[in-house]
């Protein structure tokens, strides 16, 4: 049997932060279902949020970050991602990190949505790139077991406490139990469970789905972020970056559309705003073939190839558009999980020895809507955070001994995924659970169409038991991988959908043209769903307010 003291499961950033915080005497393992450096995090361009500037300060960036949240985010998780932030990139620094500089030598800071003063920290619009193969060499550096290409199935309990996981090793399609005195949930986001999405393939919100089955709530799953400026058709995501070096959007009358939206920040406003006023022009007959225009060409060619030289092999290659000579089609896309497994300020869920990190996890600092910049910080600082706390809970607990039934009946409910001859492929029924959120449960939500929604998923959820796998072999076995994710996918589906026809209000992401307005006295509360027989059930939770006291939210 295979044990560790501490289990990671997530090498994204949040994942590797955390395992890179660990004292060396403890045995930590590390999962990921592919090589590390090919989590999504890799795909993070835009840049990370700290007020490092001397002008700048820590109570600008927290100010920023509950608006932007819509006052949903808990004050105090906040406080502690922005007080840190600052120390955290220069650990970055000292560990190599090549942040982008100022003419004076100084870690250079762009614009971003949302906020009150450039903060956002950058590797031109590489950043996650630069962030992931930082962190990766700091894990080798580390005598780790990584065990890359496994894809953990589920969380084993005992007597109330999680104590390891149930995990495929991809490449022999064996079934193990790995046990550990604490597990680390860093799975990552779910945006795949919408039909386009910026997000890898990979994002399939497995974490999420594994904790919620066991017991654990899932916060806020209502809020799904749409970012404004995803490429025509293909969902690749183009920096908030773009905007904020500088770049305008235009409707098919050539009018700076944000004009009437966010008079102030204009482009700069906060992404549910931006995003909700494309659809507003689009709907109304004012885009461009289901599309707004992205004006990069003011900034000039030199400019657009040294500070985004990715949107420029981006928007060339799979668009055709060269930035410089032409505007760039965009529409808001599905970008980000707000919601997720609810933990505190240590990354602890309620069940003992369960941690969560990074995406997968709502602690919650993004509340209602994340800003652009904060969700890389969130992975460094919680990471860190995190990482020592579960060591410490590690260091001074017991192995809780597990039966083996445990491995017996999970080998026993994949086996069953291969008895049947014939039936649905998941990958036709993950493309129709994808259509349904998109049609749904996207940017403007009304009663009548989420209840439509959800009848339309309770119609698909009888299927997952009759799914056929092509492929009977055990190398490699896509086919597996794809069913296992399906079954997170229609578990976060539901969670998100009956979420979000609960909330009776319209507050950050989540905008209902049946209830337009804020509603602070009935609606000021996290909504907690949790798994039952009958399907996702729901409570509430207080949100924590310390300095930043209610307001009306306009950019
Ligand atoms: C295109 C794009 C650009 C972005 N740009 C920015 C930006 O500029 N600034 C910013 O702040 N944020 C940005 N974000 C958001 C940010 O990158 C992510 O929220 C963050 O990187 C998530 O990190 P993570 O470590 O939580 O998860 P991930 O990096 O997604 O890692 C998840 C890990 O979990 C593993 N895993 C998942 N399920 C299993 C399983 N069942 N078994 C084993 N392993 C599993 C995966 O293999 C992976 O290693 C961007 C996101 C996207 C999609």
Not at 297 to 319: C, F, M, N, V, W
Request: hydrophobic residues 40%; aromatic residues 6%; contains cysteine.
């Amino acid at each position: 049997m295979i044990s560790h003291d501490l289990l990671i499961v997530g090498a994204g950033l949040a994942g590797m932060r955390a395992a890179v915080a660990t004292p060396p005497s403890l045995n930590v393992g590390v999962i990921s279902k592919v090589h590390p450096v090919r989590s999504h995090s890799v795909a993070a361009e835009g840049g990370i949020n700290a007020a490092v500037h001397p002008e700048d300060s820590w109570e600008s960036h927290m100010y920023d970050t509950v608006k932007g949240s819509d006052w949903l985010g808990d004050q105090d998780a906040i406080e502690i991602l922005c007080r840190d932030a600052p120390n955290d990139i220069m650990d970055l620094e000292r560990m190599g990190a090549l942040f982008s500089r100022d003419p004076n030598g100084n870690i250079a800071q762009r614009n971003f949505g949302g906020l009150g003063f450039p903060r956002t920290c950058y590797v031109a619009d590489r950043t996650g790139h630069a962030l992931v193969h930082l962190l990766y060499e700091q894990l080798l550096k580390r005598s780790l077991t990584v065990y890359e290409e496994w894809y953990v199935t589920s969380l084993i309990v005992e007597g109330g406490v999680c104590c390891g996981v149930t995990v495929l090793d991809l490449l022999t399609g064996e079934l193990h139990a790995i046990l550990a005195k604490a597990v680390v949930l860093a799975t990552g986001g779910y945006g795949r469970i919408y039909s386009t999405s910026t997000n890898g393939l990979i994002n399939t919100g497995d974490g999420m789905a594994m904790a919620y089955r066991i017991g654990v709530p899932l916060q806020d799953m209502e809020f799904v972020q749409f970012h404004p400026t995803t490429l025509k058709e293909t969902g690749i995501l183009i920096t908030e970056g773009a905007r904020g070096e500088g770049g305008y959007l235009f409707n098919s009358r050539g009018e700076r559309f944000m004009e009437k939206y966010a008079p102030k920040a204009m482009e700069l406003a906060s992404r549910d705003i931006v995003s909700r006023a494309e659809y507003q022009e689009i709907m109304e007959g004012r885009g461009v073939e289901g599309c707004v225009m992205l004006d990069l060409r003011h900034l000039g060619a030199a400019r657009i190839k040294e500070r985004l030289p990715q949107i420029y092999d981006l928007s060339l290659t799979y668009a055709g558009v060269d930035p410089v000579e032409a505007p760039i089609p965009v529409t808001p896309g599905v970008h980000y999980s707000m919601g997720g497994i609810m933990t505190n300020a240590h990354g602890e869920t309620p069940l003992p020895g369960l941690y969560a990190v990074g995406e997968c996890a709502s602690v919650s600092i993004h509340g209602a809507n994340r800003l652009g910049g904060n969700a890389l910080m969130e992975t460094i600082v919680y990471g860190r955070r995190v990482g020592t706390a579960a060591a410490e809970f590690a260091q001074k607990t017991g192995q809780t001994p597990f039966s083996e039934g445990v491995l017996t009946r999970e080998r026993e409910r994949i086996l069953a995924l291969f008895s049947h001859d014939e039936g649905e492929r998941a990958e036709k029924i993950r493309e129709e659970v994808g259509g349904v959120m998109a049609e749904h449960f996207g940017i403007i939500r009304t009663r009548d169409r989420m209840e439509a929604g959800i009848k339309k998923l309770l119609a698909i959820r009888p299927r997952l038991a009759r799914l056929y796998l092509h492929d009977k072999g055990k190398v490699f076995n896509l086919d597996l991988v794809d069913a296992l994710q399906l079954f997170s996918i229609m578990d976060l589906a539901e969670a998100i959908a009956v979420s979000a026809l609960s909330r009776e209000e319209s507050r950050g992401a989540h905008a209902r043209s049946d209830f337009p307005s804020r509603d602070d006295t009935a609606w000021l509360k996290h909504t907690l769903a949790y798994r039952s027989e009958a399907g996702p059930r729901l409570s509430f939770r207080p949100v924590t307010i310390t300095r930043v006291p209610l307001a009306e939210r306009k950019y």
